[in-house]
């Protein structure tokens, strides 16, 4: 997480509060302090412009659906620091790869960082040849051990032998109450080890 990493300011904008994410920031904050550094800070702005105008770096992770097809579109580009970072690991028509593409020309220093693309697995003409595009083909989550896990408990979804599986993917709040364990069932590789599922070793 680059709150922790670059020790930066977040400043964050979701439909929802994310007050796990405050507390996490909130937490780090205090340990720079007792450290004697300066610690980081976070905010909720009131609109995604509000975070184009004043981050250095904006990473998306949005989900695709209606109201965030091309929600960074070349308005929105314009809105940001001529010297911003933009990451987009979510989906790639999340951003209009065309307007990118005309806004990395025009400022050589605006850089942005690509794992999905809008026509995956193509890229819109001349991103490939952008010296300020770091692209790479959709391995966001490609870690041994979240690979190793998504397919042991696909394949456990498929051949049930007696493991407990979640049946209704419409509800999902149980597993994301941040006051009481989750259910004893799958999907989730996060409490696959206190359900005894032979989930990775690593
Ligand atoms: N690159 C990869 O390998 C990879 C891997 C996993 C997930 N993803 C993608 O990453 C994205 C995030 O995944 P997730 O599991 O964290 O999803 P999630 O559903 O947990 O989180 C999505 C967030 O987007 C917010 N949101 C929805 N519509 C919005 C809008 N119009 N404006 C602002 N915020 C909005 C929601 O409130 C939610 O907090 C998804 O697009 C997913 O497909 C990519």
Redesign the pocket.
Known sequence: MMVEGFKMNLIY????Q?TRLEKFVTAYGEFLKANGEQPVTWKRASS?DEVLQQADVISL?????K??YH?VNKERLALMKKEAILIN???GP?IDEVALVEHLKHNPMFRVGL??FEDEPYMKPGLGDMKNAIVVP????ASKWTREGMATLAALNVLIKGYPVWSDPNRVEPFLNENARPPAAAPSIVNAKALGLPVSKL
């Not at 904008?13 to 929802?16: A, C, H, Q, T």
């Not at 992770?61 to 659906?65: E, F, G, V």
């Open positions: 904008f979701d439909l929802y994310s995604m992770h949005p989900i695709l659906d109201t965030t929600l690991c979510s989906r999340v794992d999905v959709h391995i966001a989550s």
